[in-house]
């Protein structure tokens, strides 16, 4: 299922293992809902408390002699610009998110979980799965 613009206001796909440590990531683009060494680290979105200040994924792009920065999120930190929006398609275990930007390239970011069905012990590893985590595609000219 995507979802995309005011559908983003409830999403949250949680990453990591099934009790065993993980963190959500929000339709903001945010890391919420920190779950680490058995502290849970929650609450409402941007909420005190459901973020760990200063995290996020940012993107930089150098074309000929201008640079471009963004956060990979639509909400601002440090007053640093932010994407126009995202896309996230939510196919748990897997996540796939586009986003929006007015960089020279499009941005992808791909994550997955290790949920594997009747096999408790390999899904609550505390860990989040992306051999490259992030695509950056040129557009054809």
């Given amino acids: 299922m995507e979802y995309a613009e005011?559908?983003?206001?409830v999403f949250a796909f949680p990453l990591g293992g099934v009790g065993g440590g993980n963190l959500s990531f929000a339709g903001t683009g945010q890391l919420v809902a920190w779950?680490?060494?058995?502290?849970?680290?929650?609450g409402p979105h941007g909420a005190s408390g459901a973020l760990v200040p200063l995290t996020f994924f940012a993107a930089w792009v150098k074309q000929g002699r201008t640079a471009k920065a963004r956060l990979l999120q639509t909400t601002p930190v440090a007053n640093l610009p932010t994407t126009k929006g995202l896309r996230a398609e939510n196919r748990f275990p897997t996540l796939l998110v586009r986003y929006e930007t007015d960089l020279p390239v499009q941005v992808e970011l791909k994550a997955w979980s290790p949920f594997i069905p009747l096999n408790a012990k390999d899904s609550a590893?505390?860990?989040?799965?992306?051999?490259?985590?992030?695509?950056i595609l040129l557009p054809s000219r």
């Fill in 6 to 9: 005011e559908r983003l206001s």
């Fill in 35 to 42: 779950q680490i060494m058995n502290n849970f680290n929650s």
């Fill in 125 to 135: 590893l505390p860990l989040l799965f992306s051999p490259s985590p992030f695509t």
